[in-house]
């Protein structure tokens, strides 16, 4: 009767996979849309405008959870079937740009920021949404247009060519996260080095819980775009090289914040290869790095601290987790709003605690907790850039100090459901 019932349930499995399956296959093909729009505007408003839209030779998403679950992200794409009127896609990121409006210059200037967005590239007809959340969390619709995918207007080219090597195996894409590395500032006689560089931070990556038990979910693709010149830009130092995907450092006055604007040529190389996420190796020694939430990461390679800011910046771009830190120099001003929960897992307001890690506290665990050693999680004052009012759960983390002898237990679960997620479970 056991086996019976085991069978019975296998069968299910089986099924709901399948119907799953062929779902993706009804709606999408084996292929993803790439959206081009630019951001613009200031501290007070926003808009959103089509630049262009692009067929790219692969997805790397999940085909099973094509409808997020998670509800991360400052902005949201959302894909109806035009015919049915059904959502079939959904997904959640954050920009560059929405970092800079809170900026002091914004409140001065309005400017314009590339972005890209992906989703599987559709069968038939569809109507895409791009919404931004308003400062009271609710979103409000940036962009809304029809695309049909038998568009002239939809430039079918090549992905930009670059060598492209798969370093680590474990399967399909839709089962596996895959991580995308571009090579910036390596030049031709330095490919090697960017191999070797991939090799060295994601073995350190996979000696952490919980990658460590997690570390057969994952591909690994080096993208060897080739650079002029070796680096990346520096401008306090005066230094200014030409680049693969243009990063630099001191973004936004921040001395450690490398980031590049050029999302063009970082999603064009990208494109020769199935992902979920992009990672820009930068070659340089000096600290520095910068991870959006479903945007892209950088990190510089040769720092002593590059494997530790590594994974923190990993852990924004790829788990939504927000800093936890709040005694370093930020350019932000009043980046989270204090009356609202925020979206990052690890982090509270105490508006909405129960929406969080309430139920991984021990028994009379006091909320807010204080900052002793007596509780492995707890809701400790201190975070987000703010030591009053937003609170993490625990005294140490690798998204608070590089000290911190791994993630605590809010952000382990978190990564853990983001990779889960990613493989179709
Ligand atoms: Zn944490």
Known sequence: MKNIITLLLLFFIIHVSCISQQKFNNYFEDASLRIDFMLTGNSESQAAYLLNLKKE???????????????????????????????????GFCTLFEEWRTTTEAKERSKA????????????????EIKARNHDGSYSVLYETKISPSSLEINRDKPINAKVTKLVDNGPSNKNVDIAFIAEGYTEEEQDKFIEDIKRLTGYLFSFPPYDKLKDKFNIWAIGAISEQSGCDDPGKGIWVNTAVNSSFNTFGIDRYLESYDVRSIRDYAANAPYDQIYVLVNTKKYGGGGIYNHFSLTSADNIYSKQVFIHEFGHAFAGLGDEYYTSDVAYNDYFNKKIEPWQPNLT???????????????????????????????????????????????NCRMKTNEAKGFCPVCQKAITDMVLFLSDE
């Open 57 to 91: 030779p692969y997805w790397g998403g999940p085909k099973k959870n094509l409808i997020d679950k998670f509800g991360y992200g400052e902005y949201r794409l959302n894909v109806f079937d035009v015919s049915s009127g059904e959502k079939i896609y959904t997904y």
């Open 349 to 395: 307001t105490l508006v909405d605690f129960d929406s969080k890690w309430k139920d991984m506290l021990a028994k009379d665990t006091p909320v807010p907790t204080p900052p002793t050693d007596t509780f492995k999680v707890g809701v400790y004052e201190g975070a987000g850039y703010s030591a009053k009012g937003i609170y993490r759960p625990a005294i």
């Open 113 to 128: 920021f590339y972005q890209t967005v992906t989703c599987p590239y559709p069968r038939n007809s569809i109507r895409i």
